[in-house]
């Protein structure tokens, strides 16, 4: 099966520029046709002008037209994979059904809670692991400012594990692979032996385990690195001849880059508890020491990913975390 293959059964690829160089390349965007000639899309990408005009072109080029289409899919909450959603309804000219997994609808829908609502409990959040004030400050009007690139849509309805999507050449089943954020779902078609993966499979990079928060800010309900991996068990289970990934070119070989995967971040547990043999450690000072480099409004995605490691360890038992003395927020410990 290659994307020449789903081509003629009706199921597009169109990529779409985005501004995140760390994201892997420009997002993906498939269009499936159903035999009526309405259109699905899985994903609509970023709500800029440049990105909105590569939507049409794509649309454009394969003889389609926004007018045709009759649902949107998202597969996630990120900004570059729903924020041009509502421009997509708007040029529809009609109603469009746009849906989302309950764990991420809030992020999409117009009555979600916004980022900059959420923003006091991620300071504090990461306050407590010892990231610095100036650096906390950084990182957040960052968020704040890619969301600034998507609308939210009204109206948006869920959909789960097992809902179908039907085209003219291809049925695709709904499976929630939670992990890089709680909500995302891929599209399986099972017969053509095709996984459209958004951002849980990419080839080249690792999807980054994003810190998430209850909607009042606790920590803890989801541990994205935890969940992700066993997600991947699912997925590496899967028979697949094609994936689909969210940023970069089709691929095969789904088992080989999920082996690789795995094994990147065993090797990155590894580093963290042997940082962790010369005594205690804050979240930020051993993201400092795994990420060097990184700038300040880089420090989300760097403790991101230094938290998501460490809840691995501290689910294996060996990591522990400890308030600091005096109250000081939290330590990582060997246990």
Known sequence: MTEQDLAALGVHRIAVPIPFVAAGGPVNLVVIEAGDGTLTLFDAG?????????????????????????????????????????????????????????????????????????????????????????????????????????????????????????????????????????????????????????????????????????????????????AYLASLVRTRALDLDLVIPGHGPAFSGHREVIDGLTGFYLKRQARLAALLDDGPRSGWELCSALFPKARPAEAFLTMSETLANLEVLEAAGTVARRDAPGGAGWRYQRA
């Not at 609502?117 to 704040?144: C, I, K, S, T």
């Open 46 to 226: 970023l709500g800029t002008p440049e990105a909105q005009a590569a939507l049409e072109a794509g649309l454009l080029a394969l003889g389609l037209r926004f007018e045709q289409v009759a649902r949107i899919v998202v597969s996630h909450g990120h900004v570059d994979h729903f924020g041009a959603a509502r421009f997509v309804c708007e040029r529809a000219g009609h109603p469009v059904l746009v849906q989302a997994h309950p764990a991420d609808r809030a992020k999409i829908d117009e009555a979600g809670i916004r980022f900059r609502d959420r923003a006091p409990f991620f300071d504090a959040h990461l306050g407590r692991h010892g990231v610095p004030p100036e650096v906390r400050e950084a990182l957040l009007q960052a968020g704040e400012a890619s969301y600034g690139l998507s609308r939210r849509v009204p109206g948006v309805q869920p959909i789960d594990e097992g809902a179908v999507v039907e085209g003219r050449g291809a049925r695709f089943e709904v499976r929630h692979f939670p992990g890089h954020t709680p909500g995302l779902v891929a599209l399986h078609e099972p017969r053509l032996k095709v996984l459209v993966a958004a951002d849980h499979l990419l080839q080249r990079i690792s999807p980054n385990p994003l810190i998430e928060l209850s909607p009042s800010g606790e920590e803890g309900f989801f541990r994205p690195l935890v």
